[in-house]
């Protein structure tokens, strides 16, 4: 009988300097598998099953978890399209921590999203795929945003388009930058986050936003990381966000006396990340991050890189 499983790894939205149009996939260095995982088979009737470190913080029944949505959306989309669907048995793998800013909704959405392609013989392209995935992340943060799905499915760092087609551009990655990464363990909502920030920026901001976005671009296609680490400041959502983050002050000035390129909050917190020019820089500002930033046992620490590969099907 036919069965595949798909891995989703996390992610940063963001940047710092990319407020909805910059993310990148993660990968911890020392192989921890950090990410959802969607496996689907073929059954009589639908159904979801919930596993994992963070299934129990999941809302109660199946109808409400977003993986549930996704199938439903993707049989809608399957029928418009004229092709059959079949019903599936599905099992998440609920390993990302909820409301973390580690992408965890849009983790659930990528791998259920591609076991579902996958298992139907990839009826849906890459730009496709991914408008659905935005879709249903936006139906669970309260708007339409790429930053978490675009890197969590296809790898990489990724800028998007506002296009359809493509929707997202793949930047340069930097093999030598370490990022320090940690969860403080306690949940932020992304629709509150969100809904804290001013719906309109001054002009001094806006124009500070689109330099940094700017020059950070070029300096990677450049290979001038130093340039590019220069402009990653978040002047739309930190300022505003720090006063949701225990520990935020003190986590930066650790990080930037350890000798960090940049630091900030990813997506929309309370995970942090210091972006290091080595392993051993990383290493230091993640056993201080997990000693002072940490606020309970749901909290960990992991020393990043940016996987050049996204979801994976298996
Ligand atoms: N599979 C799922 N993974 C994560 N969140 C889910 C899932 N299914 C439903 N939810 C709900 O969606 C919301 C996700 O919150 P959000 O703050 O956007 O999380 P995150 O920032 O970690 O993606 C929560 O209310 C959560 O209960
Ligand atoms: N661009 C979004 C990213 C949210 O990421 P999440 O991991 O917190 O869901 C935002 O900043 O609101």
Known sequence: MKALTAFAPASIGNVSLGFDVLGAALAPVDGTKLGDEVEIKAAESFSLKTVGR?????????????????????????????????????????NLPIGSGLGSSASSIVAAFAALNAFFDNPFDE????????????????????????????????????????????????D????????????????AARDILPKQVDMATALTFGRQLGVFVHALHAGNFGLAASVMKDVIAE?????????????????????????????????????????????NVAAYLTDNYIQNDDGFSHVCQIPSQGTIIS
């Open 176 to 191: 030598d930058w370490y990022y320090a990464v940690c969860y403080s363990g306690i949940s932020v909502s992304t629709a």
């Open 127 to 174: 730009d496709t795929l991914l408008i659905m995935m935005g879709e249903l992340e936006g139906q669970i943060s309260g708007s339409v945003h790429y930053d978490n799905v675009a890197p969590c499915y296809l790898g990489g760092m990724t800028l998007m388009t506002g296009s359809d087609a493509p929707v997202t551009l793949s930047l340069p990655l930097n």
């Open 239 to 283: 300022p505003y966000r720090k006063s949701l983050l225990p520990g935020f002050d003190e986590a930066r000035a650790f990080s930037e006396q350890a000798g960090a390129l940049a630091f900030g909050i990813s997506g929309s917190g309370p995970t942090v990340f210091a972006v290091c020019s080595s392993k051993a820089q990383a290493e």
């Open 54 to 94: 963070f299934a129990h913080k999941l809302p109660g029944g199946a109808d409400s978890n977003i993986v549930t949505k996704c199938y439903h959306y993707f049989c809608e989309q399957m029928e418009k399209a004229g092709k059959p669907t079949s019903p599936v048995a599905l099992t998440l793998h609920k």
